[in-house]
């Protein structure tokens, strides 16, 4: 599976966008598909994670009620809907795509498949 994160740019805070990350063939309802972010000088964190079912989703406490999870099956794509972003979501996203155990998901170097990044940059 090959993945191509898409749909980053510039935004003022308070504004949104919506990322994409594009598969390179259908996913199996066992896959987990995550985002992840890395700011400048800092590790990279988990943003949310849903599996290819729709069975689970989640989401890191700071991006809970802004930022939306979601996937298209017939386009094989998930989506990052980010909205009323912050200085402090200025970052490269990633999206990540594995068979996983849910308690996984926020291990980013246990996806099997990881896409380039895409950055975000919010100004204030």
């Known amino acids: 599976v090959q993945l191509q994160a898409s749909g980053g740019g510039l935004v003022q805070a308070g504004g949104s966008l919506r990322l994409s990350c594009g598969t390179s063939?259908?996913?199996?309802?066992?896959?987990?598909m995550g985002w992840f972010r890395q700011a400048p000088g800092k590790e990279r964190e988990f943003v949310a994670a849903?599996?290819?079912?729709?069975?689970?989703?989640d989401y890191a406490d700071s991006m809970k009620g802004r930022f939306t999870i979601s996937r298209d099956i017939a386009k094989n794509t998930v989506y990052l809907q980010m909205s009323m972003l912050e200085p402090e979501d200025t970052a490269v996203y990633y999206c990540?795509?594995?068979?996983?155990?849910?308690?996984?998901?926020?291990?980013?170097?246990?996806?099997?498949?990881r896409g380039q990044g895409t950055q975000v940059t919010v100004s204030s």
């Open positions: 990540a795509a594995s068979p996983l155990i849910w308690g996984a998901r926020t291990q980013f170097n246990s996806y099997r498949h």
């Open positions: 063939g259908p996913i199996s309802s066992n896959y987990i």
């Open positions: 849903m599996r290819w079912s729709g069975s689970h989703i």
